[in-house]
């Protein structure tokens, strides 16, 4: 669609346009809010992506989850574009993956069935006010959630909050929507 195509463009524009310190703050405040939330406090496990350099950080998401006795996990990408996702204790069960994002090594890593990940912290471009998302267009986390029972959340900057996306039957939204003012709901 073009449609999609157009303003995914403008997401990563404005995404990598952003000041490293305007990034930071937002950053703050996402992990304060999300910290603060019960959905956090409630998650035994956590399933996240390694975050590439214009997208919000996970490390210090994933260092308050093993401060907090918490399980961490990260895909792997598996064929016809599904997703495996793996716990890890360090980032030494880490690779340089596919699309540059880190990835687990499957050989030093438990594998997390998928109804073993209490919150999943999904990426996206933008969103909508309803969790409506659009991703890089690879339809990843759609195919992923069709049967993801547990919590989900997105985290957002204000300006990735879209009054209307182009929206598919296969677009899932997310659970909540946490953006630098808190959550959405
Ligand atoms: N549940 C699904 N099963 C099979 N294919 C899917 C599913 N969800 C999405 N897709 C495919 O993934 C592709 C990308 O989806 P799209 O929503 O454009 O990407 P993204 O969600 O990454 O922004 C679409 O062409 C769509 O056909
Ligand atoms: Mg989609």
Redesign the pocket.
């Known amino acids: 669609m073009v449609n999609k195509e157009r303003l995914r463009q403008e997401a990563l524009r404005l995404l990598k346009e952003m000041p490293q310190t305007d990034k930071l703050q937002v950053e703050r405040k996402l992990a304060e809010f999300l910290f603060a939330s019960t959905v956090w406090k409630d998650a035994s496990s956590i399933g996240l992506t390694m975050a590439l350099s214009h997208e919000w950080d996970t490390t210090r998401l994933i260092q308050q989850a093993w401060l907090g006795e918490k399980k961490v996990c990260v895909p792997l990408t598996t064929e016809n574009r599904g997703m495996q996702f793996f716990y890890i204790e360090s980032y030494d069960q880490l690779t340089d993956g596919a699309f540059r994002i880190k990835e687990p090594i499957p050989e030093l890593c438990t594998p997390a069935s998928k109804d073993s990940i209490d919150l999943l912290i999904v990426p996206g471009l933008f969103f909508t006010e309803t969790g409506y998302?659009?991703?890089y267009g690879g339809?990843y986390?759609?195919r992923y959630l069709t049967d993801f029972k547990n919590t989900t959340l997105a985290l957002a900057s204000k300006q990735q909050i879209k009054r209307s996306l182009p929206i598919?039957p296969?677009?899932?939204p997310v659970d909540h929507l946490l953006t630098d003012d808190g959550f959405l709901f």
């Open positions: 998302r659009l991703g339809g986390y759609d598919a296969f677009d899932l």
